[in-house]
């Protein structure tokens, strides 16, 4: 595990692992934007690869959609530069930018068509007829649009009309596609749906988009990399997979899905592992797994997500046991709920998370269990204040 990164653009973006600089599409350095007495993004720096799907993830008013709305020219940077294909666009204004946008609204003309709508942007840059009709029953086809092209928005549903977003975003073939959490307004299944299509559409045309949501599992589910985002800084950027084995930080570790912190003490190394005193027991953990060194007694939180602990027989080697208070059954998985016995903390309520129904059978509730944790799915921090 990597040290964490500080609060300054410039370490997120060496995390990032560009290669050189033309496979570089946006690259964004040294940023600050204020609004008022409030710093909402604190020297930012990132590099967003060609072709790449980037998502911008974070609570609410974390500065993700400010960060976005740098990249299309809708705000300005109090300091800092903002580089699309290796040009300044700091001072360009976004028609300038060659931009597409997807808005959580949608953003349609009410009294236009859908091909209107979709070639709106095609006519503000004076693209032939001809071209124009081409380019806009090519966009129709691409989102599945066909036929609907003389329907007003409000003909259509709410899944076409972002299609329809989407198609005039695409139409004028942008360099970067910039989608601000376009997914807010459909239901679960539409939504599910939609994710699968615009990342087909994106990895066809190899298009570089910048993604933003506060939802971790649409951005585990789309992005090639993750940049998780709090209070104006980047804390972590990876591909979706190593973010959530391995957190730099507590809070990406408690924002990226759910997981269990339980209260430890660093007992010592072994070959090439150390040892924490977890309940009655010890548990062994490569190096890697803590990130800092740590003192013989030292008190430390171990993060560990449900699915990486383990219902098992009672036994005297189980460093932690607890008795089953609960069973949340999940469709294709159990959540366990385990009230487990631990001597620094009066009560501890723990989720483990199994495959089909045997644990609900194997443990009734009021049973007594044993638990084990899987070293991998395991990371240790320092207590937060």
Not at 58 to 76: D, Q, R, V, W, Y
Not at 142 to 157: I, Y
Not at 231 to 237: E, M, W
């Amino acid at each position: 595990m990597n040290p964490v990164p500080s609060e300054h653009g410039p370490n997120a973006a060496n995390a990032s692992n560009v290669a050189n600089a033309s496979d570089v599409a946006v690259s964004i350095e040294g940023v600050v934007k204020k609004y008022h007495d409030q710093t909402v993004l604190r020297d930012v720096s990132l590099k967003i690869r060609r072709g790449e799907f980037l998502t911008l993830l974070g609570p609410s008013g974390c500065g993700k959609t400010t960060l976005l709305n740098l990249i299309a020219g809708f705000a300005e940077a109090d300091s800092g530069e903002v580089f699309i294909e290796g040009r300044p666009v700091t001072s360009d204004p976004p028609h300038l930018r060659k931009i597409g946008l997807v808005f959580q609204n949608y953003a349609l003309f009410p009294h236009m068509t859908v091909e209107r709508n979709i070639g709106y942007g095609l006519r503000m840059q004076g693209v032939p007829t001809d071209e124009a009709a081409r380019r806009i029953r090519d966009a129709m086809a691409m989102v599945k649009l066909d036929g609907l092209g003389h329907r007003k928005p409000r003909e259509l549903s709410g899944g076409q009309q972002q299609r329809v977003a989407l198609a005039r975003a695409l139409v004028i073939q942008p360099k970067v596609l910039l989608l601000d959490e376009p997914f807010s307004a459909l239901d679960k299944s539409l939504r599910g749906s939609m994710q699968v299509e615009i990342r087909e559409i994106q990895r066809r045309l190899g298009l570089t988009t910048v993604f933003v949501t506060h939802d971790q599992g649409e951005a585990l589910a789309m992005s090639d990399r993750i940049a998780v985002m709090s209070a104006g800084v980047i804390r972590q950027i990876a591909p979706p997979a190593e973010l959530y084995q391995s957190p730099q930080d507590p809070f990406v570790a408690s924002f990226l899905g759910d997981v269990n912190i339980l209260p430890a003490h660093y007992h010592g190394k072994g070959a090439g592992d150390v040892q924490l005193r977890l309940g009655s027991g010890l548990i062994s953990l490569s190096q890697d797994r803590l990130v800092h060194a740590s003192h013989e007694g030292e008190r430390l939180d171990v993060y560990v997500r449900p699915e990486h602990l383990r219902l098992e027989n009672l036994h005297p080697a189980s460093a932690l046991s607890g008795t089953v208070v609960n069973h949340v059954f999940q469709g294709d998985h159990i959540n366990t709920f385990v009230d487990v016995d631990l001597p620094m903390t009066a009560r501890q309520i723990v989720t483990v998370r199994s495959p089909g129904l045997t644990a609900m059978r194997q443990w009734p509730v009021g049973s007594v269990a044993g638990l084990a944790l899987a070293p991998e799915g395991v990371s240790v921090f320092s207590p937060q204040p």
